[in-house]
């Protein structure tokens, strides 16, 4: 598009803001082949989002920002790094009330504040900020001189969280009321307050510097903080207060800020810490533990993220969890912890000492205690890295039940219909919120609540897919009734075709096994050109859909699907949905079924994988070639011991199911639990290779399991050598 020089603009002519461009509803993607200049903003968004990729003029204009005014998102937006910040006005708000939406602000993204202009993310909506170490995210004032009000979370029950996000120039920087906020490895600057917890919210804060600011943290009222650094430490300097604890009435309760670091090695100013001559600390604030030199920053806990999942689950159903982690180390273990909707966090493990190499594990949804809570149920996978740091991310969930199908359609959907066209639909002996799901996007959108009458008439949304499904959710059964997909396109005269693809592998009828590798494959082909590929994956016959990686590249038409250990599931399907330059999207495979057997005929491949630890071991134990670790055979891993130890004596070798890192000093970095199950082998001679029989049996295929080398010397005692992670495999 070409819009130029627009110069009549007159402010307060029109409610659309200042650009030429005005963005409503969801996502856009504005592409390259545009000009757009002499305006005072290049567009405005009103409601809608940016996604990645999108190209903003970075000159020509009053000023070169993407404009947000009076914004109220609905549905699910993306604010995509662009060459130029967002511009958020006073005024802008989002998610002010039960049908607001989701705002997802992509690593790298900065946005400039007016001054007094706040995000507020309250009851159901969600403001996700999520960072990396090298793209964070800049929330920042427009102005240096003159504060923003801050992100604000108000009675909001989505487990807000903002990771790596520099927070700077605001009156309040973050503010948990009624909600329950976690801050991991963000700044906090120059703000009149970096963060605070008033009326029953609470604040979660790990590995984030906290500097300069007039006061750091602060808990006022019924609010709480959790300051306490292990084991991610947090850093505290230049601040007027550091931490500010505010008791109004009742009984104090300590908020805890032990593991800290507050700008000198004598720990925080504070009653309990007489002679300290860091950071000022004042109310009942747990000090006494900090400690003397800043925490490493350049050490970055773990990144972990989850693909999408559906939004409600049904208990007793199977899920496999999937993420991804990355870390400037290494990563010694996960595990996976679960919180009921009656609780908030409440979490707790579930699933403990599973693999540093895995990157999938399947669970059971759990069947919760009825309660009057109506916050998500939630999975949190924990990943740890060799310093003992940790990362995490949170799935959210409902608990439901799937109904049988109860629409009984007016309006013909089993040959598609046309965005704009009108539609009814009827259906009997249930009501409740009426949704049009669009699959493709996992995005839902809201029809009307609590509808008495069985009958909606509208029009068909603006969306292109072939995974369109009307939802009624029943509150009152806690269940959930689907349409079957239809078709949504939009009219002819767009000009542009849907891509056309065609999933062809798996096949129906395939078996597979627990730990096994499914190859997808596909063909595709599209009339102007492609955009990418994401692959999702239903555990329970096609009911509900969940993300197996998303943003797969337009030349890419292949993906092996490892699937996680596994007692068997009948019925499992695997689909690829194609989107083209305008987004517009098409699937394959839903109709697809195949299964995972438990123990099934096909190869697993076996993963070796050396691990040092931190303080690092001698890399003596070394992989082997040519002999992987497979069921059947004898893996015969062995010591060098050219360099480690020349004179040992013996050679051990540990074999465990849960991996560790724990220090030991001069014998090393033990690598093992030795608090769970393990073997202890002996070799023949030192350097000998070891005799590790694993069973030929398929509960074994694409188990993880830790090994470590120890020699004793005559004179030294015991060493440890580096670790071996493996995945055993089937020929």
């Known amino acids: 598009m070409a819009i130029d020089y627009v110069t009549d603009y007159q402010p307060g002519e029109t409610d659309y803001g200042q650009g030429p461009i005005s963005l409503f509803g969801s996502n856009h993607m504005l592409g390259p082949n545009n000009s757009i200049a002499g305006n005072p903003v290049p567009l405005t968004l009103r409601g809608g989002g940016l996604l990645p990729g999108s190209v903003v003029p970075t000159s020509g204009n009053q000023q070169n920002v993407a404009e947000f005014l009076d914004n109220i998102a609905r549905g699910v937006i993306d604010l995509g790094a662009l060459d130029v910040p967002y511009l958020w006005r006073e005024g802008s708000a989002f998610g002010d009330g039960d049908l607001s939406g989701i705002v997802e602000v992509e690593p790298g993204t900065r946005i400039l504040f007016e001054p007094s202009a706040e995000a507020l993310a309250s009851f159901h909506s969600r403001f996700n900020a999520l960072g990396t170490p090298d793209a964070p995210i800049v929330l920042e004032a427009a102005d240096p001189a003159q504060p923003w009000a801050g992100i604000r979370y108000k009675g909001n029950d989505r487990r807000p969280k903002l990771e790596h996000c520099i927070?700077?120039?605001?009156?309040?920087?973050?503010?948990?009321?009624d909600s329950y906020v976690r801050l991991e490895s963000c700044l906090l600057e120059q703000n009149d307050f970096g963060a605070t917890a008033a009326q029953f919210g609470t604040l979660e804060v790990g590995k984030t510097r906290i500097l300069d600011n007039a006061i750091g943290a602060r808990a006022t009222g019924l609010g709480s903080a959790h300051l306490e650094a292990d084991p991610n430490p947090n850093w505290f300097e230049g601040n007027g207060i550091a931490v500010q604890?505010?008791?109004?009435?009742?009984?104090?309760v300590e908020d805890e800020a032990q593991g800290a670091y507050w700008g000198g090695a004598d720990g925080p100013q504070h009653p309990s810490n007489p002679g300290g001559s860091g950071d000022?600390?004042?109310?009942?604030?747990?000090?006494l533990r900090f400690l003397a030199t800043p925490p490493d920053f350049d050490d970055h806990p773990p990144v972990v993220r989850v693909p999408r999942i559906t939004s409600s689950l049904e208990p007793g159903s199977k899920l496999h969890l999937r993420w991804t982690v990355e870390d400037d180390g290494e990563i010694v273990s996960h595990r996976i912890e679960y919180?009921?909707?009656?609780?908030?966090?409440?979490?707790?493990?579930?699933?403990?000492?599973?693999?540093?190499?895995a990157r999938s594990f399947e669970v059971t949804i759990p069947d919760p205690v009825p309660s009057s809570n109506i916050n998500p149920s939630a999975f949190r996978i924990v990943a740890v890295d060799d310093a003992g740091q940790e990362g995490w991310s949170d799935v959210l969930f409902f608990d439901a039940e799937y109904g049988e199908q109860p629409f009984a359609?007016?309006?013909?959907?089993?040959?598609g219909v046309t965005v704009g066209q009108p539609y009814s639909l009827a259906w009997g002996g249930v009501w409740g919120n009426l949704y049009l799901q669009l699959e493709d996007l996992g995005t839902?959108?809201?029809?009307?609540?609590?509808?008495?009458?069985?009958?909606?008439s509208d029009r068909v949304p603006a969306a292109s897919t072939d995974l369109a499904r009307y939802a009624l959710f029943c509150a009152g059964e806690d269940r959930w009734y689907f349409s079957d997909n239809f078709e949504l396109r939009p009219h002819p005269w767009i000009g542009d075709a849907p891509p056309m693809v065609a999933m062809t592998s798996p096949s129906a009828g395939d078996a597979y096994h627990s730990g096994g590798i499914v190859a997808v494959t596909w063909t595709v082909s599209d009339d102007e050109a492609l955009r990418g590929f994401d692959l999702q994956a239903s555990y329970d016959g096609g009911r509900t859909w969940h993300w197996l990686i998303d943003d797969l590249p337009a030349t890419q038409f292949a993906y092996d699907w490892r699937l996680s250990s596994s007692d068997g599931i009948a019925d499992v399907r695997v689909r690829v949905i194609a989107r083209d330059r305008r987004v517009q999207a098409s699937s394959d495979g839903s109709d697809v079924v195949f299964s995972i057997d438990g123990c099934g005929n096909q190869a697993v491949q076996p993963v070796q994988v050396v691990r040092s630890?931190?303080?690092?071991?001698?890399?003596?134990?070394?992989?082997?070639?040519?002999?992987?670790?497979?069921?059947?055979?004898?893996?015969?891993?062995?010591?060098?011991?050219?360099?480690?130890?020349?004179?040992?004596?013996?050679?051990?070798?540990?074999?465990?199911?849960?991996?560790?890192?724990?220090?030991?000093?001069?014998?090393?970095?033990?690598?093992?639990?030795?608090?769970?199950?393990?073997v202890l082998l002996s070799a023949t001679a030192p350097g000998a290779p070891f005799a590790v029989g694993l069973p030929d049996t398929c509960?074994?295929?694409?188990?993880?399991?830790?090994?470590?080398?120890?020699?004793?010397t005559p004179t030294a005692g015991i060493r440890l050598t580096n670790g071996l992670d493996i995945l055993v495999g089937q020929p």
């Open 699 to 712: 509960t074994l295929v694409g188990a993880y399991l830790t090994c470590q080398g120890a020699a004793l």
């Open 444 to 456: 839902f959108v809201d029809l009307g609540y609590g509808l008495e009458q069985p009958m909606f």
């Open 409 to 415: 359609f007016e309006t013909d959907l089993s040959s």
């Open 613 to 678: 630890g931190l303080p690092a071991n001698p890399a003596a134990l070394q992989p082997t070639t040519g002999a992987e670790p497979v069921v059947g055979s004898i893996w015969s891993p062995s010591i060098d011991h050219s360099t480690f130890e020349p004179g040992a004596v013996a050679d051990f070798l540990l074999v465990g199911a849960i991996p560790a890192n724990l220090p030991l000093g001069v014998e090393g970095t033990l690598l093992c639990d030795l608090g769970g199950p393990f």
């Open 280 to 287: 000022l600390v004042e109310g009942p604030v747990g000090v």
């Open 339 to 357: 919180s009921a909707h009656g609780d908030n966090p409440g979490l707790a493990p579930i699933v403990e000492g599973i693999s540093g190499l």
């Open 167 to 177: 927070v700077r120039g605001a009156e309040i920087g973050v503010v948990a009321s």
């Open 245 to 252: 604890s505010e008791v109004l009435s009742g009984e104090p």
